[in-house]
């Protein structure tokens, strides 16, 4: 199981994101991670508890009214920094959180590849994401 929560408001994001992910972090703790859309989309994530997270993000910019938040229970990839979510498109214009198994994405992230897309993590919610940029920008 996975959590997920997201805030579209006139209220800073970030705190209840974090908020939310502390309340749904039964759903899944080993890792936890945030979005957050203010000009330009920051994702930050980490491995371990939603805490973890928090501690993470001490000093970074967190500032944004549009933002998502995750926390995982693994089923594509070790629980580690670089599988959390959110994730990235190529171009970093797209972010994704998603629960759930993608079972063709092996097939998918082969043609991707193919096209010249390079992957940061061992996940499938990853491909799902290269894949609605793909689609956009072709």
């Not at 990235?88 to 590849?113: C, M, P, R």
Request: charged fraction near 25%.
């Amino acid at each position: 199981m996975c959590g997920i929560v997201a805030y579209i408001g006139h209220r800073e994001a970030y705190p209840i994101i974090i908020k939310g992910l502390q309340r749904l972090e039964y759903r899944g703790y080993d890792s936890a991670g945030v979005a957050i859309l203010n000009g330009d989309l920051k994702v930050y994530k980490k491995a371990g508890k939603v805490s973890d997270l928090h501690d993470f993000v001490k000093g970074k910019d967190i500032t944004g009214k549009i933002g998502m938040g995750h926390t995982r229970w693994a089923t594509h990839g070790e629980p580690n920094d670089r599988n959390a979510h959110p994730h990235n498109s190529q171009s970093g214009k797209f972010a994704i959180i998603h629960n759930g198994i993608i079972e063709n994405y092996s097939s998918i992230k082969a043609e991707l590849i193919k096209r010249g897309h390079t992957f940061n993590s061992d996940t499938d919610t990853e491909v799902l994401v290269h894949l609605i940029e793909d689609i956009h920008e072709n």
